[in-house]
């Protein structure tokens, strides 16, 4: 035998995974370092929705910024618009009317469950199920129409503001949200049926790319991801913020129902878990929710003092954070944005190591990483 | 044995979770369906099923518009175009006002900022064009004054995307395809 065919199979094949491709959510690409199924490594290869966001924050004045946030995360404006806004606030010492602050949880709350269906739904789509997805758009779809009645768009609300909330609600919009939950509920119980318990998923997810909690904590995963693996952490109940601590929810976190805790499966079922809490969470802010202002006195011209503030929020994908510095003038000095997605997408390299191909396809998914939220 | 065993139980599960799927999908043959066929087999225009805040396209009052401005100076991306010049004998005049759709990103900060409503959105969303300067939509025919900020009496409103769609050569311009028998067989 020559020694060229001895060497063929033993070296490493390189292969492109993006970016474009249906299962890397956006602009991703991976660079994959095979041995046949079993990869060696996957390389996550970033910057290709870069828009310069942070830089943009320092050429516009702090009202006018609020739009861009919405294009941070397409999936969660909403967090994003309210992180903006609180980080502002903080820096002016501007305290939010009730009234405004219960209508960021509904908002944001409306926003988390449209997040999860679309997470839940590229899970499914990403290991082969589509009908799901198309049963979970659908759904979005509702909460697409009730934000539109809310703030006038359907992706890019705009909504949370420096000071409030943009518009204030009325006892029809509310009836239709609880008419929704109503809806909802039976939904995520069809969705264990549908899909949830379906022993091929199961398979898929089960077991598959566990992440352990010190590794979870290590690389800085946050949010569904990071209690997946088992640690109880979530910013709404642990660094309390806007009316949280006057609302009951509960923390789901992994148990390892279907393999180990930490699997692909528990990352499922936290989101579904969390869209329950939301439901809940949602129910009690429309009963609670006060009379009074949306927007509290915010000057025309907005010129925090010269500081710095990092204000987190537990967006859909966890610790969404923002580090504003106000050098005093009426445009920030310096936005830093802290993304979930960057966090989720740097755990993949050290993961991939003898996972199939196939499966980083699922460890994708179920991290639920958003190519813009990544790059920004 | 026992692997033979766990082989056969997990081939009986799968077939028994996937039947309590296909039950579910079988259900939606009894349900109503939620498909909308947008564009050509709506019952009623997309346009009308929107919501009052709905952000469509900018427009343009110019009997309302006082030339102050403060649109143009709100906007984050500068998709207005406003000049005001000053006249010798007429005194101020708009001379041009433009707004690019195309660089539009719908956030309604200049709506908020002017006051006397004369910039808009309306519900207007259809600005499928095949070429991207027909989205410049200019609102100024030949330089006129500004409008007084209170008009006795104020100026009858107009309707909600006139303004526009007089503007602008849209797809409500355009043929629409003929509309398929209702109950026909689906789309696509």
Redesign the interface.
């Given at each position: 035998m020559s020694p060229e065919l001895q060497q063929v199979g033993r070296e490493e094949f390189v292969l492109n995974m993006g970016p474009h491709h249906p299962a890397t959510h956006g602009v991703l690409r991976f660079v994959l370092h095979t041995d046949g199924e079993i990869m060696r490594r996957a390389v996550p290869e970033v910057g290709y929705l870069h828009r310069g966001l942070e830089k943009l924050a320092e050429a516009?004045t702090y009202?006018?910024?609020?739009?861009?946030t919405?294009?941070i995360n397409y999936l969660e404006s909403m967090f994003c618009n309210q992180v903006w806004s609180m980080a502002v606030e903080r820096l002016l010492g501007l305290q939010v009317p009730r009234r405004a602050e219960y209508l960021r949880v509904i908002a944001c709350e409306l926003n988390r469950i449209a997040n999860h269906c679309i997470a839940l739904g590229s899970i499914a789509m990403d290991v082969g199920a589509y009908?799901p997805f198309v049963y979970l758009l659908?759904e979005r779809?509702a909460i697409n129409?009730l934000l539109?009645?809310?703030?006038?768009?359907r992706l890019?609300y705009?909504y949370v503001r420096i000071g409030g909330v943009?518009?204030d609600v009325d006892e029809g919009w509310q009836g239709k949200v609880r008419a929704y939950l109503d809806h909802l509920e039976p939904i995520l119980d069809?969705l264990h049926?549908?899909?949830g318990?379906?022993?091929?998923l199961?398979?898929r997810l089960g077991g598959v790319a566990v992440i352990c909690a010190s590794d979870a904590v290590g690389w800085g995963l946050v949010g569904p991801n990071l209690r997946a693996s088992g640690v109880d952490w979530d910013l709404r109940r642990d660094r309390p913020y806007s009316v949280y601590p006057e609302l009951s929810f509960e923390v789901p976190v992994g148990r390892g129902e279907q393999g180990q805790v930490g699997d692909c499966y528990d990352r499922w079922t936290v989101r579904v878990a969390e869209m329950r809490q939301s439901v809940r969470l949602l129910r009690q802010a429309l009963e609670r929710l006060p009379a009074g202002d949306i927007l509290a006195k915010v000057p025309r011209s907005i010129k925090p003092p010269a500081g710095e503030v990092y204000q987190p929020v537990e967006g859909a994908r966890g610790e969404l954070g923002l580090y504003l510095v106000s050098d005093g003038s009426p445009k920030p000095s310096r936005a830093k944005w802290r993304s979930s997605s960057f966090a989720a997408l740097s755990i993949v390299e050290h993961l991939s190591r003898g996972l199939m191909i196939a499966d980083l396809v699922a460890l994708i998914a179920s991290l639920d990483p958003i190519a813009p939220e990544v790059d920004r | 044995m026992g692997a033979l065993a766990s082989y056969l139980r997990?081939i009986g599960?799968?077939v028994?979770?996937?039947g309590?799927?296909l039950?579910?999908?079988f259900s939606y043959l009894l349900r109503a369906p939620?498909t909308l066929q947008y564009p050509d087999r709506m019952r009623v225009p997309v346009i009308e099923l929107?919501?009052?805040?709905?952000?469509g396209m900018l427009e343009v009052d110019l009997d309302l518009c006082t030339g102050c401005a403060a649109c143009d100076r709100?906007c984050?991306i500068d998709c207005i175009a406003l000049e005001v010049v000053k006249h010798a004998e007429r005194g101020r005049l708009i001379q041009r006002f433009d707004i690019d759709l195309g660089k539009c990103?719908?956030?309604?900060?200049c709506t908020e900022a002017c006051p006397t409503g004369a910039i808009r959105?309306s519900h207007e969303f259809e600005g499928g064009t095949g070429d991207v300067r027909a989205l410049v939509v200019p609102f100024v025919d030949a330089p006129r004054q500004p409008a007084k900020a209170k008009q006795e009496p104020p100026p009858a409103p107009k309707p909600l995307g006139s303004i526009l769609r007089a503007r602008m050569p849209g797809p409500w311009d355009r043929p629409r395809p003929p509309a398929r028998p209702e109950g026909g067989e689906h789309a696509g």
């Open positions: 516009h009202a006018a910024y609020v739009p861009f919405d294009r009908t659908r779809e129409d539109e009645a809310l703030c006038g768009n890019t705009h943009a518009h069809e049926s549908l899909v318990g379906n022993e091929i199961v398979r | 997990a599960r799968t028994l979770s996937v309590d799927g039950a579910v999908t939620v929107l919501p009052e805040r709905s952000r709100a984050p990103m719908f956030c309604g900060l959105h």
